[in-house]
């Protein structure tokens, strides 16, 4: 799960910078805390659902594209991850 952890975080990361915010303007419009996004984006924590769902509505993506977003500029998916 760790690994799934880590690439959540980057993923949220990733689209918190594109979409020009900070971890604390992130937090405000989430209302969570910035230690929690921090928490998140480090792979320490995973939110539930109803936090992933806040996260991509304040990032203006859809949910599913925290999980698997396309690589940009070649149209195709990241590879998933490997079960061990």
Request: proline share 4%.
């Amino acid at each position: 799960m760790t690994q799934l952890y880590r690439l959540l975080g980057r993923n949220i990361a990733h689209f918190r910078r594109q979409a020009n915010l900070t971890q604390e303007e992130l937090a405000e419009k989430t209302d969570y805390s910035v230690d929690f996004i921090s928490l998140v984006e480090r792979g320490v924590n995973a939110p539930t659902l109803a936090r992933l769902n806040d996260v991509a509505n304040a990032v203006g993506v859809e949910v599913w594209r925290l999980l698997y977003p396309k690589v940009e500029g070649s149209g195709k998916p990241r590879r998933a991850l490997k079960r061990k």
